[in-house]
């Protein structure tokens, strides 16, 4: 993991000290995976790294800066993994199936990588996340809508609505089953609806195979 030292107290520059720092980060995913927000705390986190609070503190200047880290770590991770999604969908003549497969990536993206949950948990309470969530959901979306306008006769306007329609949805339903009481089957269950969903929603729209 690459940790721009702009977004540190501290840049570290022995090997040691790196090392140091990619634990306090891994921890810092592992530890909002498991506790969320309320139980991020820098006496929690080094606790489970197995240092001094005051060895936190010398690199991060408090826990929103790891908070972002993490955030950006799991947009990076998850714009890689769907960066060839342009070119599947302008190659395939069938919009829907497309927008199947790359959903599935998205949600397996968003459920199955510790990373990106404890990035959601931070984004969700965190203000200044919540604002760089925002930012690149509407990168996609904008993407997404160019895309499904190639495709209908809309206007940009309602092009971009309908691509943020479908990405929000499934932002939605990842952030309600991440914090609650929700089991496995019934996540995958109300997944399940949520694509019979966009079936119809698509398919209404003209966006079925050709």
């Keep these: 993991m690459t940790i721009a030292s702009t977004k540190m107290r501290s840049s570290p520059q022995q090997q040691r000290a790196k090392i140091t720092v990619e634990r306090i980060v ?3 995913e592992a530890l909002l995976a498991e ?24 690199y991060f200047p408090d826990k929103h800066r790891l908070a972002r880290i993490v955030a950006e770590s799991a947009i990076a991770e998850w714009n890689s993994e769907l960066a060839d999604f342009e070119q599947a969908f ?12 790359y959903s599935e990536i998205f949600l397996g993206l968003l459920r199955k990588s510790p990373r990106t949950m404890a990035a959601r948990r931070a984004m969700l309470a965190v203000p200044e996340l919540r604002a760089l969530d925002r930012e690149d959901t509407r990168q996609i979306a904008l993407k997404l809508s160019e895309l499904v306008k190639l495709r209908i006769d809309v206007t940009a306007e309602r092009s971009l609505a309908i691509a943020s ?3 929000e949805s499934i932002l939605d339903l990842v952030d309600r089953t991440a914090d609650s009481d929700i089991d496995d089957n019934e996540a995958r269950a109300l997944f399940s609806e949520l694509r019979l969903m966009h079936h119809s929603y698509l398919s209404a729209l003209g966006l079925g195979p050709k």
């Design 26 to 28: 891994s921890a810092a």
């Design 35 to 58: 506790e969320g927000w309320p139980g991020f705390t820098t006496n929690a986190l080094a606790k489970r790294v197995g240092c001094p609070v005051a060895t936190i503190y010398r």
């Design 90 to 101: 302008r190659s395939s003549d069938d919009f829907l199936y497309t927008w199947s497969t």
């Design 165 to 167: 329609t479908l990405i």
